[in-house]
């Protein structure tokens, strides 16, 4: 069964780092790009950046330049993100997302297929 | 590319017929543009994909449509687990991934 499951929920305080996993299952780690959103309380969501496994390239969003780094260990099929100098306003779920678009041919379609449950992420004093 | 969902809150009765609208600030491929039903407390769902093409075991009540920048999911005879929040979701410009910020459909 394809799925993703991500690390528990975090408590940090303001100007601290986290990082959070997301273990891939069911599929060849290395076909698909693998995204990060998140979403604060109440909110809607938001695209953090991306990273392709094979290569470890990524791209971040414009917003998180500078503060966020997206890595993966092949041999453990397992994504990271790891986001520096947190404020009370980076309260929020972050999800990690399949991107359904396959990375070596034409193969499959362009959004979001499959979603990790999401990190609670809480940054207080 | 901004989305515009609409309305903001949409109220029917299980049976009823949903219309959910998304708007798009400039022309974007149908190819593009993807729907996704969140439930509280779970992480989203995808729904549609390429503006029409269902997701793997949706149901076919649900269908989308649209082009350009106009685009809409139909569910045709709400059931009572459809009562959940839906955002649409383009790819493409800077920046490259963008949604909606959702429509809320609740039980009337």
């Known amino acids: 069964q394809v799925q993703l499951v991500q690390s528990g929920a975090e408590v940090k305080k303001p100007g601290a780092s986290v990082k959070v996993s997301c273990k891939s299952f069911?599929?060849?780690?290395?076909?698909?790009?693998m995204h990060w959103l998140r979403q604060a309380p109440g909110q809607g969501l938001e695209w953090m950046g991306r990273?392709?496994?094979?290569?470890?390239?990524?791209d971040y969003a414009q917003t998180f330049q500078g503060r966020v780094t997206m890595t993966r260990d092949t041999s453990i099929s397992t994504f990271y993100m790891e986001l520096n100098r947190l404020g009370s306003d980076d309260t929020a779920v972050y999800y990690c997302a399949r991107w359904a678009r396959g990375n070596y041919d034409d193969s499959g379609f362009d959004a979001f297929d499959i979603w990790g449950q999401g990190t609670m992420v809480t940054v207080s004093s | 590319i901004a989305l515009t969902q609409s309305p903001g809150t949409l109220s029917l009765s299980p049976g009823e017929r949903a219309t959910l609208s998304c708007r798009a600030s400039?022309?974007?491929?149908?190819?593009?543009l993807a729907w996704y039903q969140q439930k509280p407390g779970q992480a989203p769902r995808l729904l549609i994909y390429?503006?029409?093409n269902r997701a793997t075991g949706i149901p076919d009540r649900f269908s989308g449509s649209g082009s350009g920048t106009d685009f809409t999911l139909t569910i045709t005879r709400l059931e009572p687990e459809d009562f959940a929040v839906y955002y649409c979701?383009?790819?493409?410009?800077?920046?490259?991934?963008?949604f909606g910020q959702g429509t809320k459909l609740e039980i009337k």
């Open positions: 400039q022309s974007i491929s149908s190819t593009y």
């Open positions: 990273i392709t496994p094979y290569s470890g390239a990524t």
């Open positions: 979701q383009q790819y493409g410009s800077s920046p490259p991934y963008t």
């Open positions: 390429g503006a029409s």
């Open positions: 069911g599929y060849t780690f290395t076909d698909y790009r």
